[in-house]
């Protein structure tokens, strides 16, 4: 089945700079990749996803990138604020006999330091 | 649209017992999926159903079971509990029927499991 890495656990930065996260996947037959973030508290939500068929998209201060090939994505948070403090899911889905299954990373808790 | 609703918000039982949580998704979402959160183990797969059938299945022992109902709710049942059941459990509901792929899932605020 699908293994999704998912790199560093834990991140702090300065607020104002950029944040990386980056996710390792297994399965080649993986075509959607969405990034959930979960604030203290709250229920984990959609930020941004990209599909395989684009090597990149941006969302204001976010993007995510995809490499197929070295089955690599990653978000990027540009001019961190202190409430992108959260911890952050990268997930890889596919098709599993027709229906959708997806797998996620382990988390990354994203401190931002005022 | 109201959202995705678990109950209870919180639950305490004993070894030994067990429990019964509910998912209620968002209307016209047939699927709903289970996971288990815990600190450093990220969200772990449960379950999910579609039209009140078992679609995928998660690394979970038999103690872990669940149901959803012809209304889409679903309900998530451990037997025996053990004290490394502890854990938020989220349910997540989306569209996603047969044949299709890359569903945003909407995630429930779910229902913190305390063993004692």
Same mark, same amino acid.
């Given at each position: ?5 998912? &790199? ?13 996260? %980056? ?17 203290? #508290? %709250? ?11 684009? #090597?990149?998209? %941006?969302?204001?201060?976010? /993007? ?7 089955? &690599?994505?990653?978000? &990027? ?13 990268? /997930? /890889? ?11 996620? #990373? ?9 | ?36 959160? @815990? ?40 037997? @025996? $509990?053990? $004290? ?20 945003? $899932? ?6 913190? $499991?305390?063993?004692?």
């Amino acid at each position: 089945g699908e293994n999704v890495e998912q &790199h560093p656990s834990t991140l702090s930065v300065q607020e104002g700079d950029s944040a990386v996260i %980056k996710c390792t996947y297994s399965d080649s037959a993986s075509n959607y990749f969405p990034w959930y973030k979960q604030e203290l #508290g %709250k229920r984990p939500q959609l930020i941004i996803d990209i599909r395989s068929n684009v #090597g990149e998209k %941006k969302d204001q201060r976010i /993007a995510v990138t995809l490499n197929k090939t070295a089955k &690599h994505f990653s978000l &990027h948070i540009t001019e961190t604020q202190p409430e992108d403090s959260a911890v952050y899911f990268c /997930a /890889a889905s596919g098709d599993s006999g027709g229906y959708q299954k997806v797998t996620f #990373g382990t988390g990354t808790k994203l401190q931002v330091i005022p | 649209k109201a959202g995705v609703t678990q109950t209870p918000r919180y639950l305490i039982k004993t070894r030994g017992q067990q429990v019964t949580l509910s998912c209620s998704p968002i209307s016209g979402h047939r699927s709903v999926s289970w996971y288990q959160q @815990t600190p450093g183990q990220g969200l772990q797969f449960l379950f999910e159903y579609f039209s009140e059938t078992q679609r995928n299945k998660g690394n979970f022992p038999g103690r872990f079971s669940g149901r959803q109902f012809s209304n889409s709710r679903s309900e998530m049942n451990v037997s @025996t $509990l053990e $004290l490394g059941d502890s854990a938020l459990y989220l349910c997540a509901s989306s569209l996603a029927g047969r044949g299709s792929v890359n569903e945003k $899932l909407f995630f429930g605020s779910g229902t913190q $499991l305390s063993v004692l």
